[in-house]
């Protein structure tokens, strides 16, 4: 997969600029420390958070990230997380609907049939059914530009 595959820098791209601040193996943590240290100096007109596969996140914590994005005066985005095999997606994308804020459903992208109930799509992650592949990486691009591409205007 070539880094120019990767969903989020082909958003990037679309968008005209921006910063990819996700790894492996991000977690909550992680975003926090990036809106709280990386973000301010950029002046991001959106920060765009897809956070929830790796580790578990409270209410507080997704209320505490989106504070902190307001705080420093960008419009916050914070996506649905894809589909997975772990079980957390119900539980974080709820949290994520709660705060009430734009949001991607990357998880209706990467189901059958574009319904979370009826599963994840397999075919669009590696072999761990966790990290999504280049088929995935399309489906999460295409979906975000259907759910928000109104952001480049």
């Known amino acids: 997969l070539a880094l120019t595959d990767v969903w989020a820098n082909k958003i990037i791209d679309y968008l005209g600029s921006g910063i990819n601040c996700g790894r ?6 992680h975003a926090l ?4 240290d990386i ?5 991001p007109d959106y920060i765009i958070v897809t956070i929830g ?12 990230l989106l504070n902190n994005i307001i705080k420093i005066g960008a419009v916050p985005i914070i996506n649905h997380i894809p589909m997975n095999q772990r079980g957390n ?7 994520v609907e709660n705060l009430g804020v734009d949001s991607s459903r990357f998880d209706k992208a990467t189901a ?11 075919s669009l992650f590696f072999e761990d059914e966790l ?9 999460l691009y295409n979906r975000f530009i259907a759910d ?3 952001i480049k205007e």
């Open 53 to 64: 596969t790796n580790g578990t996140a409270t209410q507080t914590q997704f209320a505490t």
């Open 24 to 29: 492996g193996g991000g977690n909550i943590n």
């Open 89 to 95: 997606v119900t539980t974080s994308n709820t949290m």
């Open 112 to 122: 059958i049939n574009n319904d979370p109930d009826d599963g994840q799509n397999t």
């Open 33 to 36: 420390r990036c809106v709280q």
């Open 131 to 139: 990290h999504p592949n280049a088929l995935g990486g399309i489906a």
């Open 39 to 43: 973000a301010p100096a950029m002046k």
């Open 148 to 150: 928000l591409g109104y």
